[in-house]
């Protein structure tokens, strides 16, 4: 868990607008465009099955890989985790992944909870599997990862609110059939 506490802003939209910018734009302004970009940014709220569920079937029926930022409610700042889910044929790969910057500057990346995956997004903005760095280099660039999303966090942000127009959307999932 990581507390993503801005000072009073919710952390969900300047988390979701900011990761993937990070990834295909490491040195790029705040509002560069993604536009062409294959992952998928989200943020739930609540039981993360519920949310896995519904973004698992988005992901296997779009053939887009997707990001997803837990948080236990619509209050906290506190953020459980985030997780990869991925098309890979008929199945779809679900799992923990840390942000990971190999140093200042560098892309960053996304790295498997269990180590033994890592993930880029190459020149054409497709998200890609990359080398997993070395085990004795991966607490320290999960602290530089998280780090450099927050101080891009920080710069979205006008006070106490986002400031590039955004939409959110709202889903019941206790009505959304899952498949």
Known sequence: MIDLNLGGTCPRRPLTYVLTR???HPRGPADV????CELGVGA???????????MADVAFRTKTPWVLANFADDVTTR??????IKPM???VLIGLVEP???????????VGGDRSRAFSINAAGKLIEC????????????DRG???IRRRMADVIEGTAFRYPSWAVCVDVKHVPVF
């Not at 465009?33 to 062409?36: A, F, L, V, Y």
């Not at 739930?44 to 519904?54: R, T």
């Not at 953020?79 to 990869?84: A, H, P, S, T, V």
């Open 100 to 110: 990971y910057i190999l140093r200042k500057g560098s892309p960053l990346i996304l």
């Open 89 to 91: 044929g008929d199945e």
């Open 79 to 84: 953020c459980d985790g985030l997780f990869m």
């Open 146 to 148: 998280w780090a450099e």
């Open 22 to 24: 990070a990834m295909w």
């Open 131 to 142: 080398p997993v760095p070395p085990l004795s280099q991966i607490a320290a660039g999960v």
């Open 44 to 54: 739930s709220n609540g039981e993360l099955a519920e949310g896995i569920n519904v």
């Open 33 to 36: 465009s993604i536009k062409g």
